[in-house]
């Protein structure tokens, strides 16, 4: 632009001020959340691509398949001997497991012990991750059983400002070992979803009692491997069937490769990919968010190009004068793209300064680290500066150029586009507000679904109940676990204390068992097995649907002795499992008898007891008793009184008992929030998002209020002076707002209606898509048009009639 177009652009944008400030806020706001959201996507996309040579890392994932149960799918780990066994078969196989990772490992100092994030890896694990060391040769320390790697962070935080190198900890991973310190590696960044902090050298052989190391269906670990090119990953992936064939036979019967694969995944797919419950709806989480940005800043478009052609007959007379003095249309129109361009530069400017200043507190709404990388944000907004300014001033720069000189040097007022002209803003805010009312539609949904989530009937009673999975510590071990449930239950103010395999949030684990059944294929009935020990339910209690629950008095109820299994054994069932096994009610389940060769009478049908993901299923399951010891025991405690005093009174037992072992130990909703956290930091995001886009909405409509009133001054002083009343005037002008806002909805609802039934798909317990919904969103749509639009409506509606009269 020259310097006479950049005095023409600042005289209009001062000689408008209202128009500039709407018109240069509303494109700000929209880039501000375009960017905000397409630095989330960027940052959500770019796991593990920080690692050098990441292309050639490919990650195991065990893949079942169970046809019509919820087990079927893929899952990120692997059991953990799998990398020993193919090295047998594929001899220069580079790779490397990580067994633990967050929270894995403790490392105890004096009498005191700390969650630390503890991870083992192979000797090889450097040939497959290059992680930058800062001190020490990590390939070579691990190769030594007795050396540790600490990161950054860790050695700071157990040494200080002293020389870590060479000096000893003691940690706890199967059982407490010491370690020399030999290297110091960088911190991992946000951008991962490895989590370490220490790695010690993988043990030789398998920890006393690790029973599922070489178990075939199991995963324990995660397994890594390195190719030098996508072809031999893709020739290693054809040798698997055969691989599994030889090896998981005895596990899992003459055709295993009917029920199990072993796909391989690209490590920077890992974030995104949907596998395991965790990363369920991540990806499409993503894909949501950025699609608001780009529909936020689509409206904001809209929102410009609205404004920029209702005032454009204000500059009918300039442009008519500048035709008659020999201006031609290709330069009017030269010279209106790059003011728009200009407008949208100044508009990316604040709309950066906008998302500088917003970007602390949508990091806090969204649980976020975000920043704002202006080596490439600003390079990136010149570009979308120069897009945005010419999509978005084409129709407005051909429309001025357009205008005939001697038309509109002859006629007493400035055209403005005719009927032409307001059938197309019409059209505009339809669009606009059509997008804006999907998004008020689609916030609703989403506040709804995450609080229906968080507070659904999960089978047992949240409130008074603590959890304790601090049992399943390798450090405590059955002695001292028999100690401290005995020590809890002598507590004041603890009314049972059950324990399981699993509890709340995932704590524990769980199993997959078949059942075989009559004339049912084989190998059977694929259901979820959770084991149970004294006082589970009671502590628990669910409902109970039919017959009975554990207890002591009946010997078959006690599962310890599993040499005793094929003789039979008690199971209870929940309601899914019991018609999953064909029976039409709880109580025909009482009394019978399934399984085949490994028999299991059912004494007992519960409601559901729901423990795991949100989005995961109500699982078939069976659950079994431990009357001596539970693997992997996670202690409920049901109490009254005050939480802070029981939480310390817990915390006295413990540390009497096993100083060594870290305790944990929360309430319930404290243990299932993780569970809810993504969903709840894209509902938040989505509101943000949303409500900035009202904003926008609110802006353009404000504009065109304003410019209508002023265009329709003349006809508003001849219906006062024949009898018409400051309120019909009103009504009036808030009309032609309220109708195309109106019709947005048909536009609206199919948007709306088929993107929420796609995340609501996500989830096992959705919520239906109520007409509620859509209608309070439509009225709110209109009572946020109504009082955008009121305003200039009331101001017109006072003026005089001669004042009016008067008016040009």
């Not at 309070?776 to 003026?799: H, N």
Request: aromatic content about 8%.
């Amino acid at each position: 632009m020259n310097r006479f177009a950049l005095l023409t652009l600042y005289r209009s944008l001062t000689r408008h001020k209202m128009h500039a400030v709407l018109n240069i806020g509303g494109l700000a706001v929209g880039i501000a959340v375009f960017l905000v959201l397409g630095l989330y996507v960027r940052f959500e996309t770019s796991y593990e691509k920080w690692l050098p040579r990441h292309a050639g890392i490919y990650r195991m994932l065990t893949e079942l398949h169970l046809p019509g149960t919820a087990f079927n799918g893929a899952y990120p780990d692997t059991m953990t001997g799998m990398l020993e066994q193919m090295r047998q078969d594929f001899p220069g196989l580079v790779g490397t497991r990580i067994r633990g990772g967050r929270k894995g490992g403790s490392v105890l100092r004096g009498d005191t012990a700390t969650k630390e994030d503890v991870a083992q890896v192979d000797a090889a694990f450097f040939r497959v991750f290059d992680l930058p060391m800062v001190r020490g040769d990590g390939a070579q320390a691990l190769a030594d059983p007795t050396a540790a790697l600490l990161s950054r962070s860790a050695a700071r935080k157990f040494f200080g400002s002293s020389d870590p190198i060479g000096q000893t900890m003691t940690i706890a991973v199967d059982a407490p070992a010491t370690y020399r310190v030999a290297g110091i590696f960088d911190d991992l960044p946000a951008n991962s979803d490895l989590r370490f902090s220490i790695l010690l050298p993988m043990p030789r052989t398998p920890p006393a009692g690790d029973w599922m190391w070489y178990k075939w269906g199991t995963a324990s670990a995660a397994t890594f491997l390195r190719f030098a090119t996508p072809a031999q990953a893709r020739a290693f992936e054809r040798a698997m069937p055969a691989f599994i064939q030889r090896h998981a036979g005895m596990d899992l019967g003459p055709r295993p490769t009917d029920v199990i694969s072993l796909p391989l995944m690209p490590i920077a797919d890992g974030h995104l990919r949907p596998v395991g419950p965790e990363s369920a709806g991540r990806s499409l989480t993503v894909a949501t968010l950025g699609i608001v940005g780009v529909l936020t800043l689509l409206i904001a478009i809209v929102n410009y190009v609205n404004l920029a052609t209702a005032r454009a007959g204000l500059r009918a007379r300039e442009v008519a004068m500048r035709k008659v003095l020999g201006a031609d249309r290709a330069t009017l129109v030269r010279q209106f793209l790059g003011e728009a361009v200009a407008t949208v530069a100044v508009a990316a400017l604040v709309g950066l300064m906008i998302a500088e200043l917003g970007l602390p507190y949508v990091n806090a709404a969204g649980g976020l680290a975000l920043t704002i990388p202006y080596a490439l944000v600003v390079p990136a907004l010149a570009v979308l500066a120069l897009l945005v300014g010419v999509a978005a001033g084409f129709y407005p720069a051909l429309l001025l150029s357009r205008f005939p000189a001697a038309a509109v040097l002859a006629s007493a007022r400035a055209p403005g586009g005719g009927r032409a002209g307001a059938r197309l803003r019409e059209a505009l805010v339809v669009v606009q507000f059509g997008l804006v009312t999907a998004f008020i539609i689609g916030t609703i949904v989403l506040v709804v679904q995450v609080a229906h989530v968080r507070n659904a009937d999960l089978g047992f009673r949240r409130d008074g109940l603590l959890m304790v999975p601090s049992l399943a510590d390798k450090g405590v071990g059955p002695e001292r676990t028999r100690a401290l449930l005995a020590a809890f239950r002598t507590l004041p103010g603890v009314a049972s204390v059950g324990v399981g395999g699993a509890g709340p949030g995932g704590d524990g684990g769980a199993n997959v068992d078949v059942v075989e059944m009559p004339g049912r294929p084989a190998p059977g009935l694929s259901v979820m097995t959770l084991v149970t020990g004294p006082d589970f339910f009671r502590t628990y209690a669910p409902t109970l649907l039919a017959g009975r629950l554990f207890d002591d008095a009946h010997r078959a109820d006690d599962s310890t002795d599993w040499q005793r299994w094929p003789k039979g054994r008690n199971v209870v069932l929940n309601a899914k499992a019991a018609v999953a096994l064909g029976f039409r009610t709880p109580a025909e389940a009482i009394g019978k008898t399934v399984g085949g060769s490994m028999p299991r009478t059912i004494v007992g049908v519960i409601d559901r007891l729901r423990f795991f993901s949100p989005r995961t299923p109500d699982e078939a399951t069976y659950y079994v008793y431990y009357r001596e010891f539970v693997p992997t025991p996670v202690a409920a405690i049901r109490f009254t009184g005050d939480r802070r005093t029981m939480t310390d009174a817990i915390g006295r037992a413990w540390r009497r008992i096993a100083p060594d072992v870290p305790l944990i130990v929360e309430s319930a909703d404290r243990r299932l929030a993780p569970l809810h956290e993504a969903d709840e930091r894209a509902a938040r995001l989505f509101a943000i998002g949303s409500g900035l886009a009202v904003f926008i909405g609110c802006i353009g409509l404000c504009g065109l209020a304003s410019f209508n009133a002023a265009r329709r001054m003349h006809e508003i002083g001849i219906r006062k002076t024949l009898g018409a009343s400051a309120a019909d005037i009103v009504r009036l002008l808030v009309g032609q707002f309220l109708r195309p806002v109106l019709i947005a909805n048909l536009l609206a609802w199919p948007i709306a209606y088929a993107a929420m039934r796609l995340w609501l798909a996500g989830f096992a317990d959705p919520i239906a898509l109520s007409p509620l919904y859509f209608v309070a969103a439509s009225l709110l749509a209109l009572v946020i048009a109504t009082l955008t639009v009121i305003g200039q409506s009331l101001r017109a509606s006072r003026a005089a009639p001669a004042r009016a009269l008067r008016h040009d």
